[in-house]
């Protein structure tokens, strides 16, 4: 389909707060649960690549998604974190699972 | 509602160092996914095995050993994608579960 | 096939097939293989290549890698800048992936999981370690790392940033440990003896 994108634009740079949508469709999803609703920091972005979770279905899951590492801090994940203040966790997500934070 | 394989952050018990060398039918299995995954042939991707992981029930995705979930899945996709079908699959397997019958 | 082809690598022992009865799951890795090849889709030697090739594949290739970037500070400088691009200086194909690889410096510490399955650098190290693919491993190494990192004997200082890796996507992770002191004009091959695999997953670090 000519005008089609091949992949999405970049909606997010590094630095931009972030939070991970809450949402739990059926199929496969690659957003950890533990994550979702959560706030963190883009580390960088990867670049785009095909949608696993339509890749799950034989389907070609384009336009790519951009994906990024987004940082966040273990003690604002878990409320009984009894490691270090400064220590963080840094997951690879998808576009579409990203909003930007207040 | 969390997927039973989405583990992250749940409790669990203290991690077993043990490693056991992998059995030839387990390499086996892991060759199967990657040459029926390879460009050439693209028969299944690995996020329909991941999907086909997934959908285990859980008693069955915890009692299970991984390359028996793979196995499982890699069975499942060729099945939705049709390269044999169901009954093929079931007699071959009869027949390889026969022959050792066979003295 | 050539007597070659026959030899077990030593250091990946396959252990033998139980003579007893076959799983189901056995039955079924049989039966989809025979299938397959009646089909024409895959050759039995199709399948003892790739089956030898993964055993060609163990840690020694990662820590080939590490060594040469303790020694080489441009190779370690482009190693960190892009690792698909790096490693493949070294004949490594990341195939679909893409290498990330994250150094271990005085203030900050790696650690790697994959919490969804068992994402894992095998280009690099080869199959992964039942543990990686543990429950245990998964639920914990993001909730709780540095109680999982004690496990494997590792301690860190309080002062020190823990930053555990989940790998959730396209990304495979290596981690280039600190260069253990004491090891001044090593060569790398001297250098590569002290990188373990567990060392590159982030649980443990290498000492001299």
Known sequence: ?102 | MRSHHDMGGLPAGPVERSEHDYALWEKRVDALMVLLSAPQRRLLRVDELRRNVEALPPDAYDRMSYYERWISAIANTLLQRGVFTADELGRKMAEVEARQETP | MTADSHRHAHDHPTRADDDDRLTHWQAMEIALRELLIAKGIITADDVRGAVEAMDARSPAQGARVVARAWSDPAYKARLLADGTAAVSELGIDMATTRLLVVENRPGLHNLIVCTLCSCYPRMLLGLPPDWYKSRAYRSRAVREPRAVLREFGTTLADGVELRVHDSTADMRYLVLPERPAGTEGWSEDRLAALVSRDSMIGVTRPSA
Not at chain 1, 16 to 33: I, Q
């Open chain 1, 1 to 102: 389909m000519s005008g089609a994108p091949e992949a999405l634009a970049a909606t997010f740079a590094p630095g931009a707060r972030v939070k991970v949508r809450r949402a739990a469709p059926p199929g496969h999803l690659r957003t950890p649960w533990y994550i979702r609703g959560q706030v963190g920091e883009v580390e960088r972005l990867c670049g785009a690549f095909a949608n696993p979770e339509e890749l799950a279905y034989n389907r070609p899951g384009v336009p790519r998604q951009p994906l990024y590492r987004v940082r966040f801090r273990q003690r604002e994940l878990w409320p009984d974190y009894r490691g270090a203040a400064q220590d963080t966790i840094e997951i690879e997500i998808y576009q579409h699972w990203l909003e930007p934070a207040p």
